[in-house]
């Protein structure tokens, strides 16, 4: 599979298609399960405020759940019989999981629309596999572009995709209408796949290769390789604290400046154009540095954003700390997955990437469940913790940085 600039755009259209669906139910979620005029869901009717909340998590959460366990198993298979099949395997997956969630929120199924999320969780690792296919094609000097170019789909993403789904909702009073959009652009991504990425299995012996390998190493195999485990750390504490930070914004945002849902709303696309210029400059400042430099950067910028924000208590300083953290979230997203994608062969890329991905996902669960405990100690105590987990990624990409100078020390 060769580099094109018709295979680059269906790649980052990949992306952003498949993030915008994602997000695009997002701002209904909450009023979804907490509307009791609507009361959608007969097995909610009766139960007070604290069930629907602990219903609403359950559901948020089983999507990234879905991600941690089907993203390897995806991604390994896309090693095997290649990019094109398994894509759109999943984004088959994908839209079936939209329906059964539209069929539950009309007849008010909540165990259906419960399994149709993780099943759609489970099927979307669609970037996954776009960042396997930007490792197929990239020499050493264009991968970090490519990277970074879908970073940035990604976040556009983020950004179209509530912004309509939310917008959609309140003109025409329909809780379902954002997961029928989600369906159609699952639905557009899946001719846009068909038709523009070339269909290229791996040649013989790397299929054979990678038959070999999955079937002497399990699944969480990676986890275990002693070059990749330290890297597989990185990634973990780095999407920690950018889970925690997304998980507790909107929290923040309300406690401090009583913003309501318009201004969540906008706050949300005021992180996200600082995140798709950190995706550019990343992209620049690894052509002249080291990717262990970049990582060091990218979670400084994170550290400073995010220890800094308890401390602003005008809008003016709040947006000081967006543009910090937005750009060295990017810029550390971009950094963490080009250390690991280097680390492996060309054969396994799907597999790292698809364990990347998982590990991303599970940091999310963490996350959570640690947040939820910091937030009984003050809502602050969130974005400090989220901070010196920054600060211990940028600990951990000096050390990568100092060894590997020694080895090549010792190699010369």
Same mark, same amino acid.
């Given at each position: 599979?060769?580099?094109?600039?018709?295979?680059?755009?269906?790649?980052?259209?990949?992306?952003?298609?498949?993030?915008?669906?994602?997000?695009?139910?997002?701002?209904?979620?909450?009023?979804?399960?907490?509307d009791t005029e609507k009361d959608l869901f007969t097995a909610l009717t009766g139960l007070d405020q604290v069930a629907r909340v602990w219903w609403l998590g359950a559901?948020?959460?089983?999507?990234?759940?879905?991600?941690?366990?089907?993203?390897?198993?995806?991604?390994?298979?896309?090693?095997?019989?290649?990019?094109?099949?398994?894509?759109?395997?999943?984004?088959?997956? /994908?839209?079936?999981?939209?329906?059964? !969630?539209?069929?539950?929120?009309?007849?008010?199924?909540?165990? %259906?629309?419960?399994?149709?999320?993780?099943?759609?969780?489970?099927?979307?690792?669609?970037v996954a596999i776009a960042q396997a296919i930007a490792a197929d094609i990239s020499t050493p000097e264009t991968k970090p572009k490519l990277f970074s170019r879908i970073?940035?789909?990604?976040?556009?993403?983020? #950004?179209?995709?509530?912004?309509?789904?939310?917008?959609?909702?309140?003109?025409?009073?329909?809780?379902?209408?954002?997961? *029928?959009?989600?369906? &159609?652009l699952v639905l557009v991504n899946l001719v846009m796949v068909a038709v523009w990425l070339p269909g290229i299995k791996p040649n013989a012996a790397e299929q054979q290769?990678?038959?070999?390998?999955?079937?002497?190493?399990?699944?969480?195999?990676?986890?275990?390789?002693?070059? %990749?485990?330290?890297?597989?750390?990185?990634?973990?504490?780095?999407?920690?604290?950018?889970?925690?930070?997304?998980?507790?914004?909107?929290?923040?945002? #309300?406690?401090?400046?009583?913003?309501?849902?318009?201004?969540?709303?906008?706050?949300?696309?005021?992180?996200?154009?600082?995140? &798709?210029?950190?995706?550019?400059?990343?992209?620049?400042?690894?052509?002249?540095?080291?990717?262990?430099?970049?990582?060091? *950067?990218?979670?400084?910028?994170? +550290?400073?954003?995010?220890?800094?924000?308890?401390?602003?208590?005008?809008?003016?300083?709040? +947006?000081?700390?967006?543009?910090?953290?937005?750009? $060295?979230?990017? *810029?550390?997203?971009?950094?963490?997955?080009?250390?690991?994608?280097?680390?492996?062969? $060309? +054969?396994?890329?799907?597999?790292? &990437?698809?364990?990347?991905?998982? /590990?991303? !996902?599970?940091?999310?669960?963490?996350?959570?469940?640690?947040?939820?405990?910091? *937030?009984?100690?003050?809502?602050?105590?969130?974005?400090?913790?989220?901070?010196?987990?920054?600060?211990?990624?940028?600990?951990?990409?000096?050390?990568?940085?100092?060894?590997?100078?020694? +080895?090549?020390?010792?190699?010369?």
């Amino acid at each position: 599979m060769r580099y094109s600039p018709s295979l680059q755009w269906a790649i980052c259209l990949t992306v952003l298609l498949s993030v915008a669906g994602f997000s695009m139910p997002a701002p209904v979620l909450t009023p979804l399960f907490l509307d009791t005029e609507k009361d959608l869901f007969t097995a909610l009717t009766g139960l007070d405020q604290v069930a629907r909340v602990w219903w609403l998590g359950a559901v948020i959460l089983l999507y990234p759940v879905g991600q941690l366990f089907g993203a390897p198993v995806f991604g390994r298979y896309s090693d095997k019989v290649g990019r094109k099949q398994v894509l759109l395997l999943t984004l088959t997956g /994908v839209a079936i999981g939209y329906l059964g !969630m539209i069929v539950a929120i009309n007849t008010g199924d909540l165990w %259906l629309l419960v399994l149709s999320r993780l099943g759609a969780g489970f099927f979307n690792s669609n970037v996954a596999i776009a960042q396997a296919i930007a490792a197929d094609i990239s020499t050493p000097e264009t991968k970090p572009k490519l990277f970074s170019r879908i970073n940035m789909a990604l976040n556009l993403g983020w #950004i179209v995709g509530p912004l309509t789904g939310g917008y959609a909702a309140y003109a025409w009073n329909d809780y379902s209408l954002p997961f *029928i959009f989600g369906m &159609m652009l699952v639905l557009v991504n899946l001719v846009m796949v068909a038709v523009w990425l070339p269909g290229i299995k791996p040649n013989a012996a790397e299929q054979q290769a990678a038959s070999v390998r999955q079937q002497e190493s399990s699944r969480w195999a990676l986890l275990m390789d002693s070059k %990749l485990a330290p890297l597989f750390m990185l990634t973990l504490f780095s999407y920690m604290a950018i889970s925690m930070y997304f998980s507790y914004f909107n929290v923040y945002t #309300i406690d401090v400046f009583s913003f309501g849902p318009r201004e969540i709303a906008w706050s949300a696309v005021c992180i996200s154009i600082p995140m &798709m210029f950190g995706s550019w400059l990343g992209a620049r400042l690894k052509a002249r540095m080291k990717t262990s430099v970049l990582g060091m *950067i990218g979670h400084g910028l994170m +550290a400073g954003g995010m220890l800094s924000l308890p401390l602003m208590t005008t809008l003016e300083g709040f +947006a000081v700390t967006l543009l910090f953290t937005g750009v $060295g979230m990017t *810029i550390s997203e971009l950094a963490t997955s080009l250390v690991v994608s280097n680390e492996v062969s $060309g +054969a396994r890329q799907g597999e790292a &990437m698809g364990m990347y991905r998982s /590990v991303s !996902m599970g940091s999310e669960l963490g996350a959570v469940a640690l947040g939820s405990v910091l *937030i009984m100690l003050g809502i602050h105590w969130v974005f400090v913790v989220a901070g010196c987990f920054s600060g211990l990624v940028v600990y951990g990409f000096w050390l990568r940085k100092r060894s590997v100078a020694k +080895a090549k020390l010792v190699l010369a």
